[in-house]
């Protein structure tokens, strides 16, 4: 059962050497062999390769070395490159590619003795809300078969809940860790915008796209955070900021950190039981002394049409390079031109095609003003909401998402209705912000989780893991276990 644990009580007793990595990474291979038919959490795992890392990591913890994640099992979703490992962005023009080099992340996560294993499901590069629009079929929620497990990590997510691994890492575009985090009960964060590197991710949006961890409690996120953070100086975004302690700052009292509620977040589309979980989680905070205060974000309405303006656009120009010529899946054609079309035709999944289409559009000769610039301005309106708003307040709160869990196939008939499950989590990355989601609470017949949304302001992490954990140790919904 060693799967069952977390990473700071699971990392105590293998620095005691009470039990070996090897001995973990067993068990959590025994757990996916278990389960993972029934969730499809995973695409690819090597065993051999992870128990070989298990056995170094044991050898260099019987060498003494004080190692943050020594011998701690972390998966990785499908869009972040681990050197001889497959790299699909779970789509079939990647075809059998596997990545020649490590990113940042993986080099940081291996230094740091953790045992990097297995490629997690998505959607398509990372392009959607539910896992639905993954190429190799969908990843279904822990707690209920028929439902979604949230995307775009939708396998990391459900990967963490369902205890196949200690953590995983995601990938966060427009709320990509925390709405499938709230889906399946785990903890989500989305770091600040240049706190961690992006050098081998796969670009989806790059002015969006942020890496971060999905674990089982707050203070596993923290101690993530500790390893994976810190200046690259092969990622131009990278921030040359001091790695935060945020593991130091966990413990300290919340009392008078003020927190702001946005007037324009708790309006109609909330459904009755999300906004009664919330209600209880502020009287939580109220308890121990945080002071609750209503904001306003003015430009919140305008969100949604903004981040799919600003996304689809440079998603349209990232994807670009996927043409069956320098590396993955290849269709032949008469001349380049039908290469082209047909390797992307039939390589790419309708989602993507979708949102390459209305990139390539708003960014067309005699719309670019009309649709990216004024998006642009938009998105510094927004911006200037939050910046003004933490002048106010220490954290924001909100849903995580506006909804429970959805059944699957719910809303795949309508690319709308599906891009509004994120309306709660987009405007924390077209502003750059860090973010977090802890379970709050359950949805009944059948059980589902609800998530709170934490927002701070750029390089809050300290204050935001503090305030997520000060309301983790008040209640129980994090030490509840779907029914596998």
Not at 153 to 160: I, Q, T
Request: hydrophobic share 40%; charged share 20%; aromatic share 8%.
């Amino acid at each position: 059962m060693l799967h069952t644990s977390n990473i700071v009580d699971l990392r105590a007793r293998l620095h005691r050497r009470e039990v070996s990595a090897r001995e973990v990474m067993a068990s959590c291979l025994r757990r996916i062999e278990a389960v993972d038919r029934q969730l499809h959490a995973f695409l690819h795992v090597d065993a051999d390769d992870a128990l070989a890392q298990a056995e170094a990591a044991d050898r260099r913890l019987a060498a003494g070395e004080k190692l943050p994640l020594g011998g701690i099992p972390v998966a990785i979703k499908d869009a972040i490159a681990v050197r001889g490992h497959p790299l699909t962005c779970a789509s079939r023009i990647l075809g059998q590619f596997i990545s020649p080099y490590d990113a940042t992340v993986i080099e940081r996560l291996k230094a740091a003795g953790a045992v990097v294993f297995g490629r997690l499901n998505m959607d398509e590069f990372a392009m959607g809300s539910s896992t639905e629009n993954s190429a190799f079929g969908p990843t279904l929620n822990p707690w209920h078969p028929q439902y979604v497990a949230g995307g775009s990590s939708g396998g990391s997510a459900a990967a963490v809940a369902a205890d196949e691994c200690l953590a995983a890492l995601g990938s966060d575009t427009g709320g990509s860790i925390r709405q499938p985090a709230a889906f399946c009960g785990c903890v989500g964060l989305k770091p600040t915008y240049g706190r961690v590197s992006r050098y081998g991710l796969v670009a989806y949006a790059s002015s969006l796209d942020q890496i971060g961890p999905l674990t089982k409690t707050v203070a596993d996120a923290a101690l993530m955070l500790e390893v994976l953070a810190g200046h690259d100086p092969r990622d131009s975004t990278s921030a040359p900021r001091p790695v935060p302690a945020c593991s130091a700052a966990l413990g300290q009292p919340v009392k008078g950190l003020r927190v702001g509620l946005p007037k324009e977040y708790f309006v109609g589309g909330l459904e009755p039981v999300v906004k009664q979980a919330l209600a209880e989680a502020i009287r939580v905070l109220e308890s121990q002394g945080v002071e609750l205060r209503e904001i306003s974000l003015p430009h919140t309405e305008y969100a949604i049409a903004t981040y799919y303006i600003i996304a689809t656009a440079e998603a349209s120009a990232n994807l670009a390079r996927f043409d069956g010529i320098r590396y993955g899946r290849r269709v032949d054609g008469a001349d380049p031109l039908e290469l082209y079309c047909r390797t992307r035709g039939q390589g790419f999944g309708a989602e993507v095609k979708r949102r390459i289409i209305l990139g390539t559009y708003v960014l067309s000769s005699g719309y670019y003003d009309a649709y990216y610039l004024r998006a642009q301005k938009v998105r510094t309106l927004i911006r200037q909401d939050f910046l003004r708003a933490f002048e106010q307040v220490d954290a924001i709160l909100t849903p995580t998402a506006p909804t429970p869990p959805f059944r699957l196939g719910e809303k795949t008939a309508d690319p709308l209705q599906m891009y509004l499950t994120d309306i709660f989590t987009i405007s924390c990355n077209l502003a750059g912000l860090c973010g977090i989601s802890v379970p709050c609470g359950f949805a009944e017949h059948p059980r589902r989780p609800i998530g709170l949304q934490l927002l701070g302001p750029h390089f809050g992490e300290e204050t935001l893991l503090r305030l997520a954990y000060a309301y983790e140790q008040a209640t129980d919904w994090w030490r509840q276990k779907p029914p596998l």
